[in-house]
């Protein structure tokens, strides 16, 4: 008798047991219903018929612009130092191409690390809103596994684009969930938060991994993210997106290979932080499945990209514009030569922002990163240009003399904030005649994009650096017939 009463009592083990998978049931959402999963069904299954005309066209001006960027920052010596480490400290590996280097090669993340270092070394890349740089975390990644495929599996052009837009839209969305993100950011450099998630997301696209291993592959590159703000304006800014590209690339061969990371990283949970450790308010959402045939809402379609027309942060483009205005002035006022002598102050009516607030810049990176020297160049040349950050001109004692005239103000009504900033160069003269310049949008701005024109040409002048002529021309055609090319091998052909 007393065995079988013994029997019929559940052990204080399996109550707790069983108490614990109730509680499980009651908090944790059904897998398909978690924002994670949703980002990882996305990955997996949006085709190519989703793409607008509107989104094809947008990318394939990022791809070109960003591979011109890339292949004239293969020319620095941040680049230099990258690439030289790489082959240093590394088994050769000769799979994946080099910006720049014929007859170089590198295993396909060491290629991804580089060519996204290239990308950045002149902080000459594209820029969207919310801030980040999206292109140069994502193409050299997607570049490298292309050339990792054999001959016979490249990827259509029209599936590396797919990708890559794939790879966009996930750093946009993440963007989105968060309104400190919208402001010029103060703690993390975008790209290496929502750079290395874009990466892997376009990777784990063209790698044709399943829904979950996507989001596997968003889990892991979570792990590998963030930089501080702290080397913005020095050589270590680059790697930033190095890292990105690389590491995103990491993350979605890893889930290749079945490594498991947290099913909820993109979601809200108290007390247990995911992406919200990088936005204090990070309000995430699913991201929806395409309807059918129908193109989908990529943002690309609703907001257009930034695209630099000289090499240095995008808030610099504001205040060359407004002080190129008051160069004209001071020409037709003198007849000829701007003489600082002339002027009394100059006075820049800018965002508050701390690390582009750079009064005497000692380095070309921290050039990059200045107001006062953008504004100064523009008033001395009339524009800011690829040579306005060599040794020479940076020397310059016109261009001293000027930056020791100026003062800063930072008016209520001008954001931190890419999309509502403005900047006024005021210019005051020995003679007491005050002259006004101001940039609401610049040339190559969203709101106001470049021109197919005038971004080819800037891609020329850049790919021209490093390339012949006939190579550049080669990588013009095949990145404007991309999305009709059995096999992306013409783009890597003409990059190798």
Same mark, same amino acid.
């Given at each position: ?7 019929? !009592? ?33 990955? *997996? ?11 094809? *066209? ?20 941040? /680049? ?10 590394? $088994? ?8 720049g280097r014929k007859n170089t090669r590198l295993s396909p993340t060491l290629a991804a ?14 820029? =969207? ?7 140069? %975390? ?24 797919? %990708?890559?837009?794939?790879? !966009? ?31 892997? $997301? ?16 968003? %889990? ?12 913005? $304006?020095?050589?270590?800014?680059? /790697? ?5 590209? &690389? ?35 990070? $309000? ?41 205005? +008051? ?21 820049? &009516? ?5 690390y582009i607030n750079r009064p005497f810049p000692e380095s070309e990176h921290q050039a ?20 306005? /950050? ?14 020791? &005239? ?35 949008? /610049?040339?190559?701005? =969203? ?7 005038s971004l080819r040409k800037k891609f020329r002048s850049n790919a021209g650096a490093v390339?012949?002529?006939? &190579?550049?021309?080669?990588? !013009?055609?095949? +990145? ?13 052909? *003409?990059?190798?």
């Open positions: 008798m007393l065995s079988k009463v013994k029997k019929a !009592i559940t052990p204080l083990s399996a109550i707790r047991g069983l108490h614990k998978s109730a509680l499980d049931v009651v908090e944790r959402p059904a897998p398909e219903d978690t924002v994670t999963s949703s980002f990882g069904r996305f990955i *997996q299954g949006v085709q190519p018929q989703h793409l607008s005309p509107t989104v094809l *066209q947008r990318s394939k001006r990022m791809v070109l612009d960003s591979l011109g960027v890339g292949l004239i920052g293969s020319t620095t010596e941040v /680049f230099q130092l990258a690439l030289q480490h790489c082959q240093h400290m590394y $088994a050769p590996d000769d799979i994946s191409s080099v910006y690390f580089v060519n996204g270092v290239a990308s950045h070394s002149m902080d000459f890349d594209d820029t =969207w809103h919310p801030a980040t740089h999206p292109s140069g %975390a994502v193409l050299p990644a997607l570049l490298a596994i292309s050339d990792m495929l054999p001959s016979n599996s490249k990827p259509s052009g029209l599936d590396f684009l797919l %990708a890559f837009n794939v790879g !966009i839209e996930v750093q946009g969305r993440l963007l989105r969930f968060s309104n400190e993100a919208r402001n010029i950011p103060k703690r993390f450099h975008p790209p290496t938060v929502v750079g290395t998630m874009g990466s892997a $997301a376009a990777c784990a696209r063209l790698l044709s991994l399943e829904h979950t291993q996507c989001s596997h592959a968003m %889990a892991i590159a979570a792990s590998l993210s963030g930089a501080p703000m702290a080397n913005a $304006a020095t050589q270590s800014k680059p /790697f930033h997106i190095g890292n990105a590209a &690389r590491l995103g690339l990491e993350a979605a061969l890893l889930a290749s290979r079945g490594l498991e990371a947290s099913p909820l990283v993109l979601d809200a949970v108290p007390g247990v932080s995911g992406f919200s450790a990088f936005y204090e308010d990070y $309000a995430p959402k699913a991201l929806p499945l395409p309807d059918n045939d129908e193109p989908h809402g990529f943002l690309l379609e609703e907001q257009d990209m930034g695209f630099k027309r000289f090499p240095a942060h995008l808030g610099m483009h504001w205040v060359a514009d407004a002080a190129a205005t +008051v160069h004209e002035t001071l020409v037709g006022l003198t007849g000829g030569r701007v003489a600082p002598g002339a002027v009394r102050e100059v006075l820049l &009516r800018i965002p508050l922002s701390k990059r990163h200045s107001f006062q020297f953008n504004a100064c160049t523009a008033l001395l040349d009339g524009e800011v240009t690829v040579q306005s /950050f060599s040794d020479e001109a940076m020397q310059r004692p016109d261009l001293h003399a000027l930056l020791a &005239r100026v003062r800063v103000e930072h008016p209520a009504d001008n954001p931190a904030n890419f999309d509502r900033m403005y900047a006024e160069v005021v210019v005051t003269l020995e003679g007491g005649d005050v002259l006004l310049g101001r940039c609401d949008t /610049f040339y190559g701005h =969203w709101r106001n994009p470049l021109s197919n024109d390339l012949p002529e006939e &190579r550049v021309e080669g990588l !013009i055609q095949a +990145v404007e017939q991309l999305d009709r090319l059995g096999d992306c091998q013409p783009l890597l052909t *003409q990059i190798q």
